[in-house]
């Protein structure tokens, strides 16, 4: 075979003769196989286009009339490295060890702030690419580590991946409760990429929760190992729970069991139960863990969760609720009985009177049911039980006076007051709550009853539980009647005071926006709407300056405001 012959067919490529490689690729070779020195310089002087000659003379007469070529350059190239790159063909070219070696141009790159968010942008959607890992941590290297670490995608480069995990963590330190649900995902992304990311961020959370001694980093544990099951894996986070985490098989086997289920079996219990009670109990924080103990208080609090549960089965789950809600294995164990006594003694109560309520004011039941609101786990269960008697049973049916504000929504408002960290939650049950079809009801019975929903919205706002409350209401905007709306939106702006926060009015704007054409036209509602905007507007009202787009948006609520103020709705509950 003439081997010259795919030599020639690289000469004669358009413009082969700019091709930086080319007399070492093709020229050189084309020669050393037989191939004939004039036939190699004709052949490149025939393929010679001048592509590039005739863009820059392009750009040349372009950049004269004010158009900024580079911009257009660099930006048709962006597109196309987006649309068409290809990592396996990529790593293939770059990634041997001879041209590893010889990158020269890709330190160009690095230093050239558009050309790194380039490889920013690329890494994160192929993050399995070596060349792009590789290019992150040349990156890192070369100056630019702080950018490095603020990528949530997981790199296969150590050091990477080390510099993107600490930022992560250091992220999340001193969020409160809202601030730490928006901030996790990145996070979560971060070390649930694969297996051995998770692997990793396990051992490293468990390493530093044994020298800080801080729950925070057993928070961080769980929600990567619910996430995980989440996804489908229940063996990878069982394996490791035993095998890095030094977690009893059995009890991994029995949680395991539990969470596959939906609900505790008298065996899985009792094998947990006698773990706990042996002389070398394993750590608690085993059993301390969100979705088993809601599991554990649902069986105890909710009706035929659990049926038949026989009276021991009931005590042994009592008493491992109490252990892992209040045991706090670094302190000693002889100074935590009275307290560990106190939170079954309420448990234990709490279920024997919800066992016997009776009636609208939980006849027989308060005593117990306003003394286990004081104890953490206790009101979880309680949160539970309401949920459950108003979606799953006839109370509001029979019971439900528009005149009186419901016992369980003053439990509600209770709770959310004493248990700041239940306040989500507590939210969690009123949505559902709030969106549970009543079907028996008078139409503007029901119109109250949701109208006392809004009231608990409202009392979640007033204890600072804002925002998550607002993304609630804006989620449901179009769903419900917009006097439900207006009447939340009113009480949330006569509890607002300035300063505002950007993030505060851009809510409650994105909240009206939609049903504009309609709120504007209720008469009580415009001077509200009025007074919000002009406070808003006045100097240092707000604690940052007003996006445009934010801007622009309230100048379409006044704007839609205008051409119906003669032309009112007026709201009646």
Not at 110 to 120: A, N, P, V
Request: aromatic share 10%; proline share 5%.
């Amino acid at each position: 075979m003439d081997h010259s012959h795919n030599y020639a067919i690289k000469l004669t490529q358009q413009d082969a003769i700019l091709q930086p490689d080319i007399y070492t690729s093709a020229f050189e070779p084309f020669i050393a196989n037989g191939g004939a020195p004039m036939d190699a310089v004709s052949a490149l002087s025939e393929s010679y286009v001048g592509y590039p000659s005739m863009i820059k003379v392009t750009a040349d007469i372009t950049s004269s009339m004010g158009i900024d070529c580079q911009a257009i350059l660099r930006q048709t190239v962006k597109q196309k490295l987006m649309s068409k790159f290809d990592p396996k063909a990529i790593d293939q070219a770059l990634m041997n060890s001879q041209t590893r070696t010889s990158m020269d141009w890709l330190d160009g790159l690095i230093h050239d702030t558009e050309w790194r968010r380039m490889i920013y942008k690329l890494f994160d959607k192929w993050p399995h690419c070596e060349f792009l890992n590789f290019a992150i941590m040349k990156t890192a290297e070369g100056g630019y580590r702080h950018e490095v670490a603020q990528l949530r995608t997981a790199s296969s480069y150590v050091k990477v991946y080390n510099y993107i995990l600490n930022d992560a963590f250091t992220n999340l330190g001193g969020n409160d409760d809202i601030e730490f649900e928006e901030n996790l995902p990145s996070l979560l992304r971060v070390c649930l990429d694969q297996q051995h990311t998770y692997l990793y961020a396990q051992v490293l959370i468990q390493r530093l929760y044994k020298e800080f001694n801080d729950l925070s980093f057993l928070r961080l544990a769980k929600e990567l190992e619910k996430v995980a099951i989440a996804r489908g894996q229940h063996e990878l986070v069982y394996i490791i729970k035993s095998c890095a985490l030094n977690m009893p098989p059995n009890l991994a086997t029995a949680l395991k069991a539990i969470r596959s289920s939906g609900q505790p079996t008298p065996g899985d219990l009792m094998t947990i139960y006698n773990i706990y009670t042996s002389a070398n109990a394993p750590s608690v924080h085993f059993i301390q863990d969100y979705d088993f103990i809601e599991l554990m208080l649902r069986a105890l609090y909710v009706p035929d969760a659990v049926p038949n549960m026989k009276p021991e089965i009931v005590d042994k789950l009592i008493s491992l609720l109490a252990y892992a809600t209040a045991y706090n294995e670094s302190k000693p164990r002889e100074t935590q009985e009275d307290n560990l006594k106190k939170v079954g003694r309420a448990l234990r109560n709490l279920y024997k009177a919800l066992q016997k309520q009776t009636g609208a004011n939980f006849s027989g039941a308060m005593t117990d049911i306003v003394e286990g609101i004081q104890i953490p786990a206790a009101s979880m269960g309680i949160l539970l039980w309401i949920e459950y008697i108003s979606t799953k049973t006839q109370y509001y049916d029979t019971y439900y006076r528009t005149t009186e504000v419901p016992l369980p929504h003053l439990l509600l408002d209770e709770i959310a007051t004493v248990h700041p960290l239940q306040q989500h939650i507590v939210l969690q049950v009123i949505k559902r709550c709030f969106l549970h079809p009543y079907e028996n009801f008078a139409p503007e019975t029901l119109a109250a009853l949701q109208k006392q929903w809004i009231e608990r919205l409202v009392n979640l706002v007033e204890l600072n539980y804002a925002i998550p409350v607002l993304n609630f209401i804006q989620s449901v905007v179009l769903e419900i009647d917009y006097s439900l709306t207006v009447h939340f939106i009113t009480k949330v702006l006569e509890l607002a005071q300035a300063p505002f926060s950007v993030d505060f009015v851009e809510h409650i704007v994105d909240i009206l926006v939609p049903i504009a054409d309609t709120v504007v036209l209720v008469k009580s509602f415009e001077p509200i709407l009025q007074q919000f905007i002009s406070q808003v507007q006045e100097p240092g009202a707000m604690d940052d300056t007003l996006p445009d787009e934010l801007e622009k948006k309230m100048e379409v609520l006044l704007a839609k405001r205008k051409p119906h103020r003669n032309h009112y709705i007026r709201l009646s509950f």
